[in-house]
Nanobody, 126 residues
Framework: QVHLVESGGGSVTSGGSLRLSCAASGYTDGLYFMGWFRRAPGKEREEVAVIGTDGRSILTDSVKGRFTISRDNAKHTVDLQMNDLKPEDTAMYYC????????????????????WGKGTLVTISS
């Protein structure tokens, strides 16, 4: 079993920054992909950023140039640096981890993720 615990959420004004962290514990071998998802009020959960053990990563278009995902494989952590935050970034942010290296399209789909954290709330005021 794997446990994912997020931290770093909070409330900031538009243009501010936050850094989210996710720590994995338990049987962490094989957690090839780790990612961040978010669910805004009244919206579906969406993928924000994903990173593999080899460092390759993707970010959703709306956060490119503002968010950066990084990972420490030795510590089993994944961070999301969020800069120039906007009110539309307000959401519950979830950390997720997927087993396995190979997926159609190169990255796991949301349904492929095996483990999820409970989330950390990010609120951006204008």
């Amino acid at each position: 079993q794997v446990h994912l615990v997020e931290s770093g959420g909070g409330s900031v004004t538009s243009g501010g920054s936050l850094r989210l962290s996710c720590a994995a514990s338990g049987y962490t071998d094989g957690l090839y992909f780790m990612g961040w998802f978010r669910r805004a009020p009244g919206k579906e959960r969406e993928e924000v950023a994903v990173i593999g053990t080899d460092g390759r990563s993707i970010l959703t278009d709306s956060v490119k140039g503002r968010f950066t995902i990084s990972r420490d494989n030795a510590k089993h952590t994944v961070d999301l640096q969020m800069n120039d935050l906007k009110p539309e970034d307000t959401a519950m942010y979830y950390c997720a981890a997927a087993l396995g290296e190979y997926y159609s399209g190169g990255y796991p789909a949301e349904s492929d993720y095996n483990y999820w954290g409970k989330g950390t709330l990010v609120t951006i005021s204008s």
